[in-house]
Nanobody, 129 residues
């Protein structure tokens, strides 16, 4: 089965940090931009960050820019999300996915969910004192 396995979620206090990992199972991440998404209770899934094939370019949602950093290690078939200065509003299940088809070469930068697949089960991040 082609999917990601997310890990690293935890309960953390506001202002704390977490590093999420996303390991591909059954396929190589190398040909795809990879995105991190999150879904809070009662909310729609939203794009958090996405990184290009080589790891040289990334985009971030306004709500996390300057606090989160995405990276990838193609040799390890893994993508990471370093989350600093966490806020209660960051509480959500975090998922990663591969951008497998797009409207154009740069559409991945808008993180349209319908262009992404190979979703994992997610990892829970809870920010609370």
């Amino acid at each position: 089965q082609l999917q990601f396995v997310e890990s690293g979620g935890d309960l953390v206090q506001p202002g704390g940090s977490l590093r999420l990992s996303c390991a591909a199972s059954g396929f190589s991440v190398e040909p795809y931009p990879i995105g991190w998404f999150r879904q809070a209770p009662g909310q729609e899934r939203e794009g958090v960050s996405c990184i290009d094939l080589g790891g040289s370019s990334a985009v971030y949602a306004d709500s996390v820019r300057g606090r989160f950093t995405i990276s990838r290690d193609n040799a390890k078939n893994t993508v990471y999300l370093q989350m600093n200065s966490l806020k209660p509003e960051d509480t959500a299940i975090y998922y990663c996915a591969a951008r497998i088809a797009g409207r154009d070469a740069s559409s991945w930068r808008k993180m349209p969910i319908d262009e992404f697949d190979y979703w994992g089960q997610g990892t829970q991040v809870t920010v609370s004192s």
